[in-house]
């Protein structure tokens, strides 16, 4: 990254990080989009989930996981598509499948599917013996209200079972979950989260521009966000710098907007 010697912006964590992830979706990027993204991006993106079912009808899926892998980005594959295998009684197939990819995360979710909240932990537990475990909180249904209590309750159980970090559910299109049908905050959920649960901990999935500046301002630079569009990544890494007009006076020491310029002569 180019050294503007700009001052007062937030001092981002470092790859490999813990905080301050940046987790985007790929929806079925091409070999050549990847190579793009790749070059623009890969010093900011710290996972790349290749998006619900889509890698069962990707072509040249190796290379374009190789792509990445290459790139120092951590791959994994959408919750959505373990839980097709998991209905089908096909796990043992779905492990061999990521091993097949080189592979070393897996998302564990129940979205689409009800599970047991005790043996998805289970799974979560068994999985991570194995791989990196990010395990994944909320529905995708609208209108399904999960109790903050029980959001709180099944956050702590999955990350004591073994989970690297929890995901707060928005889905891609961000109206579910931490979110309602607007895509506006779900504040009151949020709050409570954040009150019983490090925030550390947790990836919030934010596809809309509304919710990545929620988020940044609530929480900082450094806050975890998720199921970013891949066409949206350099604009959000400038919202967390305050480099874009909806952060912009979020880093500015004393938030002064009039500027009494010295004309250099």
């Not at 690297?164 to 559910?169: R, T």
């Not at 999935?205 to 966000?225: C, D, M, R």
Request: glycine fraction near 8%; proline fraction near 3%.
């Amino acid at each position: 990254m180019i050294n503007s010697n700009l001052h007062t912006l937030p001092e981002r964590t470092k790859k490999p990080r813990n905080t301050g992830i940046t987790m985007v979706i790929d929806k079925g990027l091409g070999l050549h989009a990847a190579e793009d993204i790749v070059s623009s991006s890969a010093h900011i993106i710290d996972y790349i989930k290749i998006g619900f079912g889509t890698s069962i009808v990707t072509q040249n899926l190796k290379e374009k996981i190789n792509i990445y892998q290459k790139a120092g980005l951590e791959v994994y594959l959408g919750g959505t598509l373990l839980e097709a295998f998991l209905v089908r009684n096909q796990l043992e197939d779905y492990l061999k499948f990521v091993d097949e990819l080189k592979l070393t995360c897996v998302e564990v979710s129940d979205g689409s599917i009800t599970i047991p909240h005790e043996q998805k932990c289970e799974l979560i537990h068994y999985l991570s013996k194995n791989y990196k475990v990010l395990s994944e909180v909320g529905s995708k249904e609208e209108g399904i209200i999960i109790h903050p209590n029980r959001w709180i309750k099944m956050m702590k159980a999955e990350l004591q079972a073994g989970s690297y970090k929890v995901i707060a559910e928005a889905r891609e299109s961000g109206t579910v979950g931490i979110f309602h049908k607007n895509g506006s905050a779900h504040v009151m959920l949020i709050d409570k989260i954040k009150a019983h649960v490090d925030i550390h901990n947790i990836i919030w999935e934010t596809p809309q521009k509304s919710q990545q500046v929620y988020f940044i301002k609530h929480f900082g630079a450094n806050v975890n966000l998720g199921n970013i569009p891949t066409s949206d990544v350099i604009a959000l890494e400038c919202l967390r710098l305050g480099l874009r007009g909806d952060t912009f006076f979020t880093f500015i020491p004393d938030k002064k907007s009039e500027v009494h310029l010295k004309i250099l002569k």
